[in-house]
């Protein structure tokens, strides 16, 4: 899927599994002329520890004068049917519509190769 973005400033959108957890999230910035175009193509599955995961894109946060499309389409339409393919609940269907997503939770991500810590982990 190609995301297009119009304009300068700050574009968050968020991926989310059938059950609305926010798996991956991309902040893409455009600086320059307003009639800069930025284009990003974005694979709609990601790969987890329990295999390969299909997502759908949710526009969180867009800046005022920037104009997003999703697949040439408006974002809220296409994150609408993209749910709805990938069997969202319709409450999560309603949400990701909205542009809302959970945050994704710093606690438990993990970088390859690198042990787990709690917070009371001693650091070396």
Known sequence: MEIV???SGETVVRFIDRK???LLQESIRVFGSEKMEAKRDI???VETLAGEVRVSPVLVR???KQQVTFGGEKPSA???KRCQEIGCTQSVVEDAERGCAQS???DVIRLP???IRGKDSPRT
């Open 5 to 7: 973005i119009k304009g």
């Open 20 to 22: 609305g957890k926010t």
């Open 43 to 45: 694979d709609l599955s």
């Open 62 to 64: 867009q800046s005022e």
């Open 78 to 80: 296409y994150t609408k």
């Open 104 to 106: 994704l939770q710093a």
């Open 113 to 115: 190769n690198t042990p």
